[in-house]
Nanobody, 113 residues
Framework: QVPLVESGGGLVQAVLSLRLSCAAS????????MDWYRQAPGKQCEWVAG???????DYTDSVKGRVTISRDNAKNTVYLQMNSLKPEDTAVYYC???????WGQGTQVTVSS
């Protein structure tokens, strides 16, 4: 398994922003597609955003226009910039390589209204 370390979560008020980071070591990061997921309390895990190694991105409809995924291959890190946060964005956020079937510890995002 590739160590995954998510960070950047916290408690924020609605309409504000957060940037999540995910460091993935021990892989050839620059050729690895990366995804962000989230799991809200009492709900199933939901795919949020993905970024291919070539830079193509995609987002789930509920975050389009508010969320941007990016990567820094030199740092083996993928980011999730979340703007105009809503209470329904409250969840534990996870990242992982697209081929992975395991999770890191995640980072908690709590958005207050």
């Amino acid at each position: 398994q590739v160590p995954l370390v998510e960070s950047g979560g916290g408690l924020v008020q609605a309409v504000l922003s957060l940037r999540l980071s995910c460091a993935a070591s021990a892989i050839t990061f620059r050729i690895t597609a990366m995804d962000w997921y989230r799991q809200a309390p009492g709900k199933q895990c939901e795919w949020v955003a993905g970024m291919a190694s070539a830079g193509m991105v995609d987002y789930t409809d509920s975050v389009k226009g508010r969320v941007t995924i990016s990567r820094d291959n030199a740092k083996n890190t993928v980011y999730l910039q979340m703007n105009s946060l809503k209470p329904e964005d409250t969840a534990v956020y996870y990242c992982r390589p697209s081929w992975a079937n395991y999770w890191g510890q995640g980072t908690q995002v709590t958005v207050s209204s």
